[in-house]
């Protein structure tokens, strides 16, 4: 459930395309 | 005695030593020669020519060399900072370094603000703004009423743009930030910390030798 009150950028800021915690993994 | 080194060590294009990138990067030596384990592993994945493509970047961030995503496109384009299409080594290290856990926070605040502003022009807009948001959704199969959609992007950008000119210029972002840090809680990887465990170097700690 997205609230009407969510900050617009820490909804953003969830995206998979910027999680590079992935490159590590073997 | 050139000719004594029938084994020596194939550098890729975009090679710079480890000691010339942990100087201007919170890495150590042993961390930048870990790192380039990790990036001959990633830049050989698809193309074996020593660089960084964009569909092994997705590869290696979705297990998918072809999933398109907005925000992964402007990593990508971020850390190819000679816009040349693939991500060198030296680039690599050094735009890694902004998500070490030492960077300065104000190096990960400009970096979020580069990425966030997707037509360079110096201001994340309104209409920059909701783009990612419909990227978002579209990616994470959410859905969400079009009223709904307006009401986020405008409460977060009244919020932000507190001069209320129509666009977030970088000290509005920066002040933003510091009243929501978790704002750029994804410019860190603690990964980075243990990057020696998880990619030893021997191999490049005797090439290292064999060059002296």
């Not at chain 1, 609230?3 to 590590?24: H, K, R, V």
């Not at chain 2, 480890?18 to 100087?23: E, G, K």
């Not at chain 2, 990508?76 to 690599?92: A, H, P, S, T």
């Not at chain 2, 910390?193 to 060059?211: G, N, Q, R, Y």
Request: proline share 4%; with cysteine; hydrophobic share 40%.
């Amino acid at each position: 459930v997205v609230p009407a009150t969510m900050n617009a950028f820490e909804l953003i800021s969830t995206s998979q395309g910027l999680n590079l915690s992935s490159l590590f993994e073997k | 005695m050139g000719c004594a080194s029938s084994k020596r060590s194939k550098r890729t294009p975009g090679y710079e030593e480890p000691t010339v990138l942990a100087a201007e990067t919170p890495f150590t030596v042993s961390e930048v020669e870990a790192l380039y384990e990790l990036y001959k592993k990633l830049s050989n994945a698809i193309i074996a020519d020593g660089l960084i493509h964009k569909e092994e970047f997705q590869l290696a961030l979705f297990r998918n060399r072809n999933r398109r995503n907005l925000f992964a496109d402007r990593i990508f384009d971020l850390f190819d900072v000679k816009r040349n299409g693939v991500i060198e080594f030296g680039e690599f290290v050094r735009s890694l370094g902004v998500f070490h856990p030492n960077a300065p926070v104000a190096d990960k605040i400009a970096f979020a603000f580069r990425l966030y502003d997707l037509r360079q022009t110096g201001f994340i807009e309104r209409e920059e703004l909701k783009e990612m948001v419909l990227a978002l959704l579209h990616e994470s199969d959410l859905v969400l009423s079009e009223d709904v959609v307006e009401t986020i992007v405008d409460k977060t950008f009244t919020d932000a743009d507190t001069k209320g000119d129509g666009k977030i210029d970088t000290e509005e972002w920066k002040e933003f930030v510091s009243k929501h840090p978790s704002l750029i809680k994804n410019m860190t990887l603690p990964y980075l910390k243990d990057i020696t465990l998880a990619f030893p170097s021997f191999v490049v700690a005797s090439e290292v030798e064999e060059s002296d």
